[in-house]
């Protein structure tokens, strides 16, 4: 008889009930059954089957057109360079700290900087913050074309070019697709756990003495956790205007649309 046992479990405790459990009952070691079943990565085919399935199933919540500023920014993501938005494009935006110290040798958009930032393959990984980095992989694994990123979208010291940006910023976020959110970390130079740096837990689960026991992962009702994006007011406005959030925490991703939210956790 199959029963099915939960509880707050990590995946250390379930190797450890279930190595106690096998000494116990003198199973042998050909029947361990410990698995994961939510790895150090992201698996993207899950998240693509969310984004699918929304787009499928869910009633659109599109606001209408919405006026993107002149001289409006991406990145396109395929051929690695800045370029001016193609019209009724479909993008992604990147909702992030910047921190209190960012790193001068990174890519910044200036009035010098920004036709290099315009040729192909000048967006290279080794001189983005890591935040920005893993942002563009998201993009590449969930076929987005295009990005848009502040740092690097909007010319940081043409004063008119950037008030005007500013000035658009709830027109951009409520026309992006999706919205990555980076719920973890203190600022760019922070990875986003699961995408190319592995997160250091892993949920697991065993099948011993008929019972299934899954370790769950912590779980909160506010998907921000105490990430400093949480503590920002403009992150706020970026979160409420957004149509679809990728939510990326400590410990797992996070779908969030107007009618449904999805985590990797299925038994938490």
Not at 49 to 54: D, G, I, P
Not at 176 to 202: K, N, Y
Request: glycine residues 4%.
């Amino acid at each position: 008889m199959d029963h099915s046992a939960g509880g707050n479990y990590s995946a250390i405790d379930i190797e450890i009930l279930n190595q106690s459990l096998r000494r116990a009952y003198k199973i042998p070691d050909s029947q361990n059954s410990f698995r994961p079943i939510r790895g150090p990565l992201v698996d993207w085919d899950i998240v693509r089957e969310w984004l699918k399935h929304c787009e499928e199933n869910h009633v659109s919540q599109d606001h209408g057109p919405s006026l993107l500023p002149k001289g409006f920014r991406l990145i396109d993501v395929k051929r690695r360079k800045v370029i001016i938005a193609p019209q009724k494009c479909k993008f992604a935006a990147l909702s992030y700290v910047w921190g209190y110290n960012p790193d001068p040798t990174k890519l910044l958009a200036t009035k010098s900087t920004i036709q290099n930032l315009s040729e192909d393959g000048a967006i290279q990984d080794s001189k983005l913050p890591p935040t920005i980095s893993d942002a563009l992989e998201i993009c590449r694994s969930l076929n987005q074309e295009y990005l848009w990123v502040d740092r690097l979208c909007i010319v940081q010291d043409d004063n008119e070019h950037k008030m005007a940006q500013i000035e658009a910023m709830n027109n951009i976020y409520t026309s992006a697709t999706i919205t990555i959110v980076q719920a973890s970390g203190d600022d760019m130079e922070s990875s986003l756990p699961g995408v190319v740096m592995p997160r250091s837990s892993i949920q697991g689960q065993i099948d011993i003495l008929g019972m299934r026991i899954t370790s769950i992962l912590p779980k909160t009702t506010n998907f921000s956790y105490r990430s400093s994006w949480s503590k920002r007011g403009w992150t706020y406005q970026e979160a409420a205007l957004s149509k679809k959030k990728l939510v990326i925490t400590d410990l797992e991703v996070i779908f969030d649309c107007h009618a449904e939210v999805n985590w990797e956790d299925r038994y938490g």
